[in-house]
């Protein structure tokens, strides 16, 4: 509102005579008018800045997914209830190869990635990469198994009913599209060179998969919790493939961090993922991936990993 500031030839001036008098007068009274106009109109607070941990996008890397490709959409879930939550942008980040992954989290390109107990444990021994939690499936199970699949009508009983038949991994560096196959084979004092008679990549388990229904392979190594997952959403596909072996156990694929993520930002996310099955929407991404929750993950969960891998060198170094 804009101050009136009373005439000099005004009845409230008119007691005064001595100029000077009048000037006090007039100055005391526009003070009050100033102070008056303050208090009815105060100023707008002043916003507060976004720091740049808000701002700066955090890069979530799906370096090893724990439902196929066409699961994707429910990691875009995650990333948005995670974004949500810290309110701060989340990137989602798929370079395809686990070696990928593994260098841009030492570089400190990735802030936080799921990725398979292979590169973890790769990543762990060069440069101290941290797991934050893993997974626990519908059933209630923290670990998961290599399956090795034939197509349904194959002959094949035995893994050595597979010698020089064609077969696809998935990753040099998977767990179970590679190092335990590998072991099974280093066992039997073989390597996958000498004994299929051609190998494939696919880089992906799903492909794999689909490369054993179509008859692309002979056979294939895959992670088994997606296969259980495609068991549920494309029987279908499943119906055209047998599993041949199911390997021992193995810690499940863990959710990681780069080493020198701030403290503070791993507990925040930490805390979220662990606390996510309490929350309906939590709860409902949850379900859709098929799993339970998330829970605390330790080291030692991927000692049986360590193991096989370092057979697996020594054996194709000898």
Known sequence: MPLSIPSIHSPIFRCYRKPVVVLRQLLAILTLLAVSACQDNPAPPVPDIPTAAATTPLRLGIGSMITPKEGYVFYQQLGRYIEQRLQRPVQLVDRGT???????????ALDLAFICGGPYVEGKDAFDLQLLVKPETISGETVYYSLILVPAGSPATTLEDLRGKSFAFTDPKSNTGYIVPSAMLARANET??????????????????????????DAAAIDSLIYDYLAQVEPKLTSR???????????????????????????????????????????KILNSMLLRRFVPATDADYDTIRRDRNLVRQFENR
């Open 241 to 283: 493939v047998r599993i041949l072996l199911r390997s021992p156990a193995y810690g499940i694929p863990p959710v990681v961090v780069r080493p020198d993520l701030p403290p503070e930002i791993r507990e925040k996310l930490r805390t979220l993922l662990l606390d996510m099955d309490n929350n309906a929407e939590g709860q």
């Open 192 to 217: 996958p060179k000498r004994f299929f008679g051609e190998i494939n990549f696919t880089y992906a388990h799903d492909r794999s998969i689909r490369a054993v229904a179509e008859g692309v392979v």
């Open 98 to 108: 686990y070696d990928a992954f593994n260098k841009l989290l030492q570089e400190s």
